[in-house]
């Protein structure tokens, strides 16, 4: 963590100097850069990473009366995880969390198929996906961490309960063309108005913000009920800590889940068809019905429920809007998205697959920084043309995911008495739970060719660090200290592109495809270090070099000076942009990420940690060119 270049000031790190020209916070204010809808996974993300620009005035409005306390999503992809240490909250919610490192099956048993026994295990996440593992923590605790890191910031940015968004206007007023009709206080509440220049609905599926531009969710119910309760509970089930799958011969099936905390557990359970001629058939199930259909299941282990923290009825089905922002058909080409939607506000599944939270999560981070581009000057408007196009193929994969994994749990396993009942075998249940963890995990993204991202001519340079997708950390070492981190780790959630340059080596030891890269970044004025930027703003990039072999091979003395620059008010020296790849915990990057250590690589990664291109050393005029694409010029050159 580095702090100190504005001058030292006591105290806890993290809370950083208020923005003087900071209003009362209590104060809603008339007119915003943004005003978000909504405090759920999806807000909250969007609005901690606005918050890291005090220039960009945010707003953020809920229509609860106070912050979420229970229930909800629980499950925390390793995807998630690596963003959440963008936001410097990883370790944080590792050490709360339940890590999930198993998951075990369980069928009907072979001799007496009214009893289940355990038919398998696997490992919850494959080798090799992730540095981070699968935890558990509630969606409540989760949203309060990322409010707490807002309310460090300098804009000191927080949530607006009891606070109901009615509509949405597009005046086409030039400065703040958007104004939206607010209430605060219930049905006969306040009425007031807002002004902004965008608006993000995060507000549910129900989403007023997608209602006011005549969106639709589309799909179909699959007319099944499935329960899901957190229970506090004592019973002789002897995989209780596991994550576990369980079919029952005919009583239904169970998802469960361990919680954080070492004895809270949520049971996801079948409560069979609807009928769906019947409107008001799920109200109607009680908390008592979930646990004794939970009993029949899990005999003959006991089941002897000591509190319920929350439960509630779903019905299982999947829906998708058909696009995330106010662009239509018809809208002109020069026409630039001004309102955008987010998480379960365009797109709702079921919870077992454990991603609705997680991608609706990187939805706001993918829109965020597009945001901040814009608003900062370092990008048009066009910019975010990009968000509707990119997320909406993710959310149709999540569909299509969700609806196969959805349909298997809710399959009877096959009756080897009765084998024209059809139903599922055990082994298949498990097949399909490996087959899909990539995607569980949060790693099935890939972005394709695009205006943010770049073709595979030279993936071969840097074969572990595929275009599109996101960028896999890897130990190295920095030079100035010894201290032994992440690569992937370095970056945060400040909006910056990361330009990582691994370096050559030839048969004598030196580099000199790296080093005339350093120097073009440093001196050339069509460097994008210098052509591509807005006037009072930070570096628009984060440059890293990567050295071949020890720390002790070099010194700070020999870095190149873009590798040392100067930040803060009192111009400081960074030494944290140079590191070496030698062996970490048995690991060395360039042969964990298969570069090429002759001609090493450029790798350029996107804001929201996706690899963008990877290029060779010596490829600056198609740097600049790919940049150009998307980036302002800047207004004073270097």
Not at 99 to 121: L, M, Q, Y
Not at 371 to 388: E, F, I, K, M, W
Not at 442 to 458: C, E, N, P
């Amino acid at each position: 963590m580095q702090y100190y270049e504005n001058g030292y000031h006591p105290g806890d790190p993290e809370l950083q100097p208020a923005n003087p020209a900071l209003e009362d916070s209590e104060t809603i204010p008339e007119q915003v850069d943004v005003l978000v809808v909504g405090t759920g996974p999806a807000g909250a993300v969007l609005s901690a990473q606005l918050s890291e620009f005090q220039e960009i005035s945010t707003l953020i409005v809920e229509r609860n009366a106070e912050p979420l306390k229970l229930g909800h999503a629980d499950g925390v992809a390793c995807r998630t995880v690596e963003m959440f240490n963008a936001f410097g909250l990883a370790d944080r919610l590792i050490r709360e969390a339940y890590a999930v490192n198993e998951t075990v099956f369980w069928r009907p048993d072979e001799n007496e198929r009214e009893n289940i026994s355990r038919s398998g295990r696997v490992k919850d996440v494959a080798e090799g996906l992730s540095e981070y593992p699968h935890l558990i923590v509630n969606q409540a605790r989760l949203q309060e961490f990322l409010f707490e890191k807002m309310g460090k910031n300098p804009s000191r940015l927080a949530p607006h309960y009891g606070v109901e968004l009615l509509s949405v206007e597009d005046t086409e007023e030039v400065d703040y063309p958007l104004r939206a009709q607010l209430r605060r206080g219930g049905e006969r509440g306040e009425e007031f108005t807002v002004q902004a220049k965008y608006i993000v609905g995060a507000d549910g599926a129900r989403s007023n913000v997608r209602r006011s531009m005549g969106i639709k969710l589309e799909g179909d119910a699959k007319n099944h009920a499935w329960g899901v309760m957190d229970i506090l509970a004592t019973t002789t089930f002897p995989d209780i800590r596991f994550k576990a799958a369980i079919q029952s011969a005919d009583g239904g099936n169970i998802l469960l889940i361990p919680r954080e905390g070492g004895h809270m557990v949520r049971l996801y359970v079948d409560l069979g068809k609807l009928d769906p001629t019947d409107r008001e058939a799920r109200s109607r199930f009680t908390s008592d019905q979930l646990i004794d259909t939970a009993r029949r299941i899990m005999h003959p282990y006991t089941l002897d429920v000591k509190e319920i923290a929350w439960w509630s009825v779903y019905e299982v089905g999947q829906r998708l809007a058909s696009r995330f922002d106010n662009l239509t058909a018809d809208s002109a080409e020069d026409t630039e998205p001004r309102i955008f939607i987010a998480g379960d506000a365009c797109h709702t599944h079921s919870a077992k697959a454990g991603q609705g939270m997680n991608v609706s999560m990187q939805d706001a981070f993918n829109l965020g920084w597009k945001l901040a581009a814009v608003l900062r000057g370092q990008s048009p408007q066009s910019l975010l043309r990009t968000y509707s196009q990119e997320r909406q193929v993710i959310a149709q994969e999540l569909i299509d995911f969700d609806t196969k994994w959805s349909k298997t749990m809710s399959t009877a396993p096959k009756d080897p008495n009765n084998p024209e009942a059809g139903g599922m075998d055990p082994e298949e249940v498990q097949a399909q739970f490996v087959q899909g963890g990539r995607f569980t995990a949060g790693f099935g993204t890939q972005y394709t060719k695009s205006l943010l991202t770049g073709g595979t001519t030279h993936q071969h340079l840097a074969a572990g660090f595929p275009v599109g997708e996101r960028f896999y950390s890897s130990p190295v070492t920095r030079i100035a200290d010894a201290h032994q981190v992440g690569l992937g780790h370095t970056a945060k959630a400040d909006g910056r592109w990361r330009l990582y340059a691994f370096a050559d080596q030839n048969a004598s030891g030196a580099s000199p495809k790296f080093d005339a890269l350093m120097e073009f970044l440093a001196q050339h004025a069509q460097s994008p270090l210098n052509a591509f930027s807005a006037a009072g703003t930070e570096s628009a990039f984060d440059l890293k070099g990567i050295f071949q072999g020890s720390h002790t091979d070099t010194t700070v003395a020999q870095l190149p000076a873009v590798l040392l620059p100067k930040v803060g008010s009192l111009q400081l020296t960074d030494y944290e942009k140079a590191y070496c790849s030698e062996l970490v915990d048995g690991q060395e990057i360039f042969e964990a990420r298969s570069i090429s250590r002759e001609n090493g690589a450029l790798v350029v990664v996107r804001p929201d940690q996706y690899v963008a291109q990877v290029l060779p050393l010596t490829a600056t005029a198609e740097l600049t060119e790919f940049f150009s694409a998307f980036m302002n010029p800047a207004l004073v050159k270097i």
